[in-house]
């Protein structure tokens, strides 16, 4: 973690926040691999015709397999694509790249990654880095007939389905903000005055938050392709018409931001409020969900980063809401009751198989960061601390 934070001070704010799934339930040749371990040569239309009972059950008797495979696809992905001269999301310098695994057993990748090539977010330079955006990030489902191969793509792993994990918090329907709002150019929302006054400014907020909570819901029932209410012929101004909202208030609207810094909405035709942003290359090349979030702010940094820390471990918390339970109703005192809790805490770490298989193999790294770090410290002599470590024997001598 802290290798993280010096990185942040010293390099700035990050370019890009990057996550790459693991789609090894449609990946063909990954069968084919785990088939050919046993003697078996599997021919396409054999694992096109793999039940997906099948499939989860070669997968979750193979973890070492599957492991290793999502291993050399990410360093492979890394080597020929991102950090090659065709720069698909800039020109990369530096980047911390970790592994998690979160309630399914598989594996994803977090990457927070700096570029050299992105201009700074301000009032000045506004223009250049919407087109840098736009240059690298597509938030828009693609044409059926010129790219079929893409629009599959997109369909299957960009487009996003409420589920329950959208509700995590209260009072917001998807905590991933879909549907997102359509325009026909990126726009850098940007916030109020400082200088303005206060009754002013709170009810320009209503009124933006009046037609943005309208046009939200519109979006939510009309252009969510998993819903019945469903219009794939619905146009902008059939929306906003319906809903007795010009066009101007949208614009106005949605080109501003309650907050004291920017916000942006990419380029999103109509009928793409559902799909997550991606990049060609990357959906191209790693053929499973991608996610390319652009970093501009410190708000969006820190965010980002506790991303990239954090991991859903909700059996971990139910045992500890047990413990605090338990300690509550046989009335322990502080002291007792927070050893139980931190005995709950210590005990019920979620591992799967395969986070087995990335601990226990030299060859599976969990985190890399490039560049390395070096610690020094900077205390006065007398206070550093050195700690001796014994040499152990080898066990084979
Ligand atoms: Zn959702």
Redesign the pocket.
């Known amino acids: 973690m802290y290798e993280v934070v010096a990185m942040v001070k010293q390099l700035g704010i990050l370019t890009w926040f990057m996550t790459l799934s693991c789609a090894d339930l449609r990946w063909p040749e990954l069968f084919k691999i785990i088939a050919k371990t046993k003697g078996n040569n599997l021919r396409d239309e054999e694992v096109d015709a793999l039940s997906y009972h099948e499939r989860c059950s070669m997968l979750n008797l193979n973890p070492v397999i599957v492991a290793k495979h999502f291993q050399y696809r990410v360093e492979t992905f890394f080597r020929d694509v991102l950090l090659t001269n065709a720069n698909p999301i800039g020109k990369i310098v530096y980047y911390a790249l970790r592994i998690e695994f979160q309630m399914r057993v598989s594996p994803h990748l977090h990457a927070l990654i700096w570029t050299s090539d992105c201009p700074d977010l301000t009032n000045d330079t506004k223009d250049a880095y919407i087109d840098y955006i736009d240059q690298h990030v597509q938030a828009y489902l693609p044409d059926k007939e010129t790219d079929p191969q893409l629009f599959d793509l997109v369909k299957t792993y960009q487009t996003?389905?409420?589920?329950k994990?959208?509700?995590k918090y209260k009072n917001v329907?998807?905590?991933?903000?879909?549907g997102q709002f359509f325009t026909d150019r990126t726009i850098v929302a940007e916030p109020l005055a400082e200088d303005m006054d206060d009754k002013i400014k709170s009810n320009i907020l209503t009124r933006r938050k009046e037609i943005l909570s309208k046009v939200k819901q519109k979006i939510d029932d009309v252009l969510n392709p998993s819903k019945p209410t469903y219009d794939p012929h619905a146009t902008p101004t059939d929306i906003l018409n319906d809903i007795d909202i010009t066009e101007q208030d949208y614009q106005w609207a949605i080109s501003l931001y309650p907050d004291s810094d920017y916000e942006l909405h990419l380029k999103r035709p109509i009928d793409s409020c559902f799909i997550n942003n991606y990049f060609i290359a990357g959906l191209k090349g790693f053929a499973a969900n991608v996610d390319l979030q652009p970093v501009f702010n410190h708000y969006k940094c820190i965010t980002y980063i506790c991303s990239y820390f954090t991991k859903d471990e909700t059996e971990c918390s139910q045992a500890i809401i047990n413990a605090a339970k338990e300690a509550k109703e046989a009335n322990l005192n502080v002291r007792d009751g927070l050893r139980k809790v931190g005995a709950a805490f210590l005990s019920t770490c979620e591992v799967s198989a395969q986070e087995c298989v990335y601990r226990c193999m030299p060859e599976l790294w969990l985190r890399k960061i490039f560049p390395k770090t070096l610690f020094v410290s900077t205390d006065f002599a007398e206070n550093r601390v050195r700690f001796a470590k014994k040499q152990h024997k080898n066990l084979m001598s």
């Open positions: 996003h389905n409420h589920s994990t959208c509700r329907a998807c905590r991933f903000n879909f």
